[in-house]
Structures are given as C-alpha cells and as structure tokens.
C-alpha cells in the first residue's frame, strides 16, 4: 500500500510544532522548536511582538526534522495545514509587509478593553461570545487608533497568525471561522464579519478578508514555501483553525455534548454544542468548532501547565526535568497531600475579570510533613489544585448548557502524567479518555489538510480515521475521598478569593515598576566591525553577527598566535573590536590600530593584554571569568576520583610484563593493592570558592561528600548555596581527606600552602593543584610526598611548564602531572563564546557590561567619538614598561 502523509503545523505561545501523519497506519512524528516573544516597546512591559520571521525559520526547521523522522519523501505528503495559539493578531499592508504582528499575551490595549467592556461588553458578548479583554483584536486596533494611527491607515489585511501562516504557505488572504471568532468582531449565529459593530468602531471593513471554513482548500504550496519546508511546489494548503478548537478535532471531540480538556501551557475545557449558547452572566466563551455547523462553549482554568512547569522549576531546579521529577515524587504523597491546598495553576473562568492571577499554597507545620515527604506532598497538592479547578470550570459549562458531558476527553502535554488523568477521573467521578497524542491541535490541523487534499470527505470522517485513544480511566476507590475533598477545596477557593483579588493588585504596581526596565530597546545603532581570533562556537558567531561585522580568524584553526607590535596591528586594520585569547595585546598594538575601540580577552586572567596602556587611550576591556570553570572543575573530580581509586597504579599493572590471560594470582594481587575508596563521607577541603571552587562543590554533592572551604571573601550564606562548610585554613587542612586549590594569583596568595600547611593536613589526605603554581612551595610538596605524610598528589600546573621529564614530582609513582590542561576543552568555545555576545551586545546597546576591567573609561566611552590621544610624554612612558606575554 502506497504510503499518504498529511502535515499539521502548529505555532504555540512558547514553541512551534510539526506533527506528520501517515495515513493508512496512523503513524505520527513530531518535531518541535521553542521560541519566546520579546517585550514591545513604549507599552509599559504590557505589549509583546511576535518575530514572525523566527516563527518562520523554526516552523521550517521543526517540518524538515518530523519528515526526516517519519521517512517521509515530499512526493508522498497529501496536503498541509497550520493552527496557531488563539487571539493572535498580524497586520499587513497591500504589499504583505508586516506591520504589526503580536501573540496572545499581548495586553497593549488594556485601557481600551476595559472601555468597551465598560460601555459595551454585553453587547458585545451578546453577539460574538466574548466579554471584552485586552487579549482581542478589536482593542487592538482602537489601540492602534489611539495610539499610532499612522500604521492603521496603511492596514489592508488583519489575520491570525495561522491565517497568516496558511498565506506564506501560499493560500491567499482569507480568515479562518475559529479564529475569526477570536477577535471581538465576528457575528457568531451568523458566522460572519458583524459588519454593524466594525462600523460603530470606526474600523474600515475592507481590512477584513474573506472568510473561509476549516479543511477548505486554498491553493497550492509557493515555491519558495516548498524550498523552505523540504516539500512539493503545489501540494494542497487548507485552512487550520484556532488551536483549542483544533485541539477538540484531534482529540475526538465531534459531536455536541463531548468535552475535551486541553491540559497545555493553558487548560481550556470546551463543550461541543449544535447551536450558540451564550452565558448570561458573561463568564464564559462561546465561539466556533472548526467542524461546520457546530460551535463550542468554552471555560478556561488559564496557565495551569506554564505554572506547573514554572513551580517544578522551583521545587527541582537542580533536576534536568523537573516536572518529570514533580510527578515523580508526587505519586509517592495520598490524596489530599497531607492537608496542603494549592490554587497555583488553579483558576475558575471569569472573563470579566482582568487580574494578575495569583495561586496560594495553605499548610501547617503542624500538619504537614516536612524534608522530602513534604515535598512530595507539595507536589501533588498542585496537580490536586490544578484537577479542582478542571472540575470547578466543568460544572460552569454544564450549569449554562443544562447539560452534563456525554463524554470527557482530556489532551495537552499534562495528560502524558498518568498520576494527573487518574487523579483527574476521581476527583470528576466520572471515566475519561486519554487521546493517543499530546500533539492533538497538530493532529487536528492534519485532518484540516486531509480534508483539503481530498482524503476524508469531512472533519468527523478524518477523526474517525485517525484519533487514537491512549488509555482511559474511571473512578477509582479514591474517588469518594477525592468528593469529599473538592467541596472542602471549592468552599476555601470561594472565601479566598477577595483576598488574591487583593494581592493581584498589589501585584500589579510591582508589575507596573518593573515595566521602566523592560522599555529599554534591545536595539544595535551600532554594527562595529570585529576581529576574533579566539574560538567560538557557531551558535555564538550567529549570535555575534546579529549586531556585529565578523572577520574571523581563531588561533587554533589558523594555528596563528599575534605577538603584538605592528603584525597584530595590521590584523586589526578597520576593525573597532578584538576578541583574543592568546594574542599579545601590547601598547604597540593598541598605539597603530588607531580604529580599535574595545579588546574582550577569553581569558580567566587576562596577563596578556597591556591593561594600563588601554585604559590611557579610554579604550574598555572585558573579559571572561569563568569561561573555563566547568572544564577545571571536572578535571578537579576526576583527579579526586583517580587518587582516591589509584587508576593510574591499576592501569599500569595490566601493562606489567608477565601476566598472561587468566593469571588468578596476579588478580589476587590487584584485589589486594589496589584496593581504593568511595568519595562517600570524606571530607574535601575548597581553598577558593570561586567559579571553580563552587562547581566542585556542586559536582562533589551526589558522591556524598562532606565539603568544607576557606576563602575569606566568600561568607558562610553562599557557601551554603554549594552546600559548603566555611572553616578556617588551620581547620581545613587538618580535616580534609582531599584539599584541592582554587585561589586567585595574587600577592596574598603567592606561597600560600608551604611547609606549615602540609604539615597540617592529616596523614595519608591527598593534594590537588588545577590553579597556579605559584600558589604553591612545591619543595615542601614532595618533601610532605616522599615523607608519607600525603598518599598522594595531582598537579595541572607548575613553575616552568612543561616540567621536565626528569622532575621529581613527574616521577614520583602516586602523583598525577598533567600539562596545563585544565582549561582546554572543545566546549570552552561555547561558554567564552556565550560571554562575549553577552557583554559585547550590552556595549553596542550602550550599557555597562558586567565583566569590565576599568571600569573607569566608560565616563567618555563612545562608539562614535575618536579615543583618547595620549601626550609624548605618556606614550614613552607606556613604551618602557614591560609587555605582557601570552602566560601568567
């Protein structure tokens, strides 16, 4: 059987999707890209823009990879579609130019919402389902009317953005129903423009296109489309739909009565009805199915799953999935979580109501258990918080529609936890369905294009064909205490809620103070030219080349290191920026490269720059401290971790002559002498927490060792952080089975563990060295090695390096030499990379970057002013010092 694929796209608010089926076997493949929405300027931190041309690449990467997954060849996809996340609004002018494109979250037109609820909202609600809310297309453009007026009169076309999405494919400037539903201006018993309203606003109807059902066939796939997506030029484009309403296709909500729970980032409930059923009071909304003739009555428990992510990331921020962590351990807690009530994540639809929604956590040290047990019990009194109010938004539909659900189907990313869907099922006492995928908007939006292409005659027929069903539950025998628990639950939501209406506002002058520094454009009016000869990671070059001109050129790759003077000058040549690593940038240098404006040295310490002679001609340095942290503090453990099991011993004992296969008495003696120890409760002393010290701390955490350091400019508080003892030098080094030195090179520290301190350190403890020789009296090291009172030694760093092959420390059978390796790892190009677009980035925006060696020249820094001109008598001065070189 020939194989028939259909594509679904789906542009959430934090990510975009592509879900690939096959048509004959229901196999899905998916791919998914993340994005997020910068804030819009001059709104007050309540506006936020959507990068439609990110959208675009990331659609475009996300289809490229789920074809690739499912096998599928451009030739065997049927037809395309796309849904998108509601209450989306983009603005086009006759020539398709964007002019203005904003997500969901978007709240620019507050003040106008709040005066057409004011003077309109059950009007309004009346005809189209919808109370007012900042969220909508309509305060949008009253926005635009007051507030850019300029831009409205250039509008030709107002979309979705799965309207738009379905355009760029290439199938023409028309709205979808669902969508169009959306925005505050659609009739809904008529399912059309409500022209009247339009008028009455003062909006010109002709930027209103033309509207089209969902499954309807568009056109073709543009060609640069095809070339984008890895498809066919021509293949069927049909309209989407609203995601939520998509969401109920791919989830088998088909007929009126079904319920689908769309457990996402947010968590609407939606009915499907045969005919418009408005809520009297206006809590509710009420819109179009993507299925022609039926309609949906909709309450919503709001950003359930983005608080759930945001708590778990809270409660286990140390896990790399900390919601999977959440549930985890939420399963081990009984129902009712030991007496603590959440409403985190917990809301009960009003769309009368525009508040900061604000959650509780209500316990008892009396009452509640406490360390691990506790967190498991916190944990699931959110998913329990998050179940009520499912329950809670349920009983509003039905209390409205005079009917109870003749079927609950639950969807979104929440429903893969089968803890939730359980917990769910008891706390509804009634037996739910779980759908075969998360990805039920994309699936939804496949049987759009299956639709459009010809496949299924209708909607229902295509959900027949392809809706799975993953598992399904009924009420358990934690059902009838889970009853008991809601009223308790529902009762407490009700008392409270003045009081988080209350803690909203206050919440909202916070929001409103914090608004000021999220104003600040993140533009570049300057796009300095720069030369890297340090190695960066590509993601970094991209970066870097968002706002800068790159000439690069990395030591390693052009195996090339600038010893300053006129060569490295020359290298220069039109470039206001130098981003080194090894370089020698000396007063030569910097005095014939006339042009260069700022140095970024990769470099924990920056020895091979002439600081002094910079700072003289006003020109700042930045730098990178902690680039190499991580790649220092694995190479610390891994020392800890081969003394402590003497690897290096064992290593060399397989390579001894004379032992032949299956030799049982060379064994026996390897079992004897190489007997090692566990890093489990010993003791390891930290001399310097900085970047270093603190993530060997950290990585020293899940061994269980007791770790304790000394650095008189760290206090008690952040070491706890590291989960760190501070003691005193005298204390650590008589405690510690392993002292390991990550203090700075200067003069206090110059000789700091001699002879008195080796003689500290408890017999047999072991020494490790990842910093700076000179940190260190090596004569009284291997006098504390060769007297037996250290097991042993692991050294990255010493007085003249290389060391001699003939050193005794190189010689010595229980000492670990390595040539300086601590910092060179492949990933320290990301790292120093990820820096230096970080700090550079905030010059070229004019801001004081974090990581700046003199500070002091930024009183007359300036991009477009010439640099400081020295007098003769400064620049002999500066002449005669002495250059710095390429290591400390």
Known sequence: MDRVFLVGLDAGGGSGRCLVVEVNSGEVHAARREWSHPSA???????????????????????????????????EVAGIAATSMRNTTVLLDGSGKVLMAVPNQDARALGESMSLAGERGREIHGLGGHWPSPLFTA?????????????????????????????????????????????LLFDLSHRSWASELIHSLGLPSEIFPPLVASGVRLGGLSTEAASHLGLHVGTPVAAGGADTQCGLLGAGAVDPGDVAVVAGTTMPLQMVTGEPVMDPEGRLWSGAHVIPGLFVLESN????????????????????????????????????????????????????TVTIPVGSLSLSHMVSPSSRSGRSCLS????????????????????????????????????????????????????????????VSALGACLCAGVGAGLF??????????????????????????????????????????????????????????????????????????????????????????????????????????????????????????????????????????????????????VNVDLESATAYGIPVLWTPGRNADAVADLTVAFMLMLARRLPQACRFLRESGITAG??????????????NELWRKTVGIIGLGEVGKRVARRLRPFGAEVLFY????????????????????????????????????????GMIGRSAFSMMKEGAYFINTARASLVDHEALLEALQSGRLAGAALDVFPQ??????????????????????????????HQGSLVVEQLGKLVRKEKPDYLLNPEVMEYFSWEGCRRVLTPEEEDRLAAKERPSMTS
């Open 41 to 75: 300027p001059g709104t007050l931190g309540l506006g936020y823009d959507l990068d439609l041309d990110l959208v675009w690449k990331k659609l475009g990467e996300a289809t490229r990879e789920a074809l690739e997954k499912a096998g599928a060849r451009p030739g």
């Open 139 to 183: 305060p949008r453009l009253l926005w635009l009317r007051n507030n850019r007026p300029e831009v409205l009169e250039k509008v030709r076309a107002v979309l979705s953005l799965s309207d738009w999405i379905a355009w760029r494919l290439g199938g023409g400037l028309q709205a979808e129903i669902s969508q169009a539903g959306e925005t």
């Open 301 to 352: 428990g709001l950003t359930a799953g983005y608080v759930l992510e945001w708590f778990s990331g809270l409660l286990y921020a140390d896990y790399r999935e900390p919601l999977l962590a959440l549930l985890a351990e939420a399963s081990s807690a009984a129902p009712g979580a030991e007496g603590i009530y959440s409403t985190l994540g917990a809301f009960v639809f009003d769309a009368r």
């Open 380 to 439: 699931r009194s959110v998913l329990e918080g998050i179940a009520y109010s499912a329950r809670a938004n349920l009983e509003q539909i039905e209390e409205v529609t005079g009917r109870q659900a003749s079927r609950i189907l639950v969807a979104g990313g929440i429903s893969r936890s089968e803890l939730w869907t359980g917990m769910l099922s008891d706390v509804l006492g009634r037996p739910l369905a779980v759908a075969g995928v998360s990805e």
């Open 457 to 606: 005659r209708n909607l229902p027929e295509g959900a027949r064909a392809l809706v799975r069903t993953a598992r399904e539950h009924s009420p358990g025998r934690e059902s009838a205490e889970y009853q008991e628990l809601y009223r308790g639950w529902r009762e407490a939501y009700e008392l409270n809620a003045p009081c988080e209406s209350h803690l909203s506002g206050l919440m909202t002058v916070c929001l409103l103070k914090r608004a000021p520094r999220e104003e600040i454009i993140l533009s570049y009016e300057h796009r300095p030219r720069v030369l890297v000869t340090a190695s960066m990671d590509e993601r970094s070059l991209d970066d870097l080349a968002s706002f800068c001109e790159i000439v690069y050129r990395p030591w390693r790759e052009e195996k090339r290191v600038y010893d300053g003077g006129k060569e490295l000058a020359e290298a220069l040549g039109g470039c206001q920026v130098l981003v080194t690593e090894m370089d020698v940038v000396d007063f030569e240098s910097i005095r014939s490269s006339p042009e260069l404006k700022v140095i970024v040295v990769c470099r924990g310490n920056p």
């Open 663 to 676: 030799d049982l008495s060379a064994m026996a003696r390897a079992y004897l002498e190489f007997q090692g």
């Open 711 to 750: 650095d008189p400019g760290v206090g008690r508080e952040e070491g706890a952080l590291c989960d760190a003892i501070k003691v005193s030098l005298e204390e650590l080094m008589a405690r510690s089975d392993f002292v390991t030195l990550h203090a700075p090179k200067n003069e206090a520290t110059r």
């Open 801 to 830: 390096e290389p060391p001699a092959s003939d050193d005794p420390l190189v010689l010595m059978d229980q000492v670990i030499t390595t040539p300086h390796i601590g910092g060179n790892t492949r990933e320290i190009a990301a």
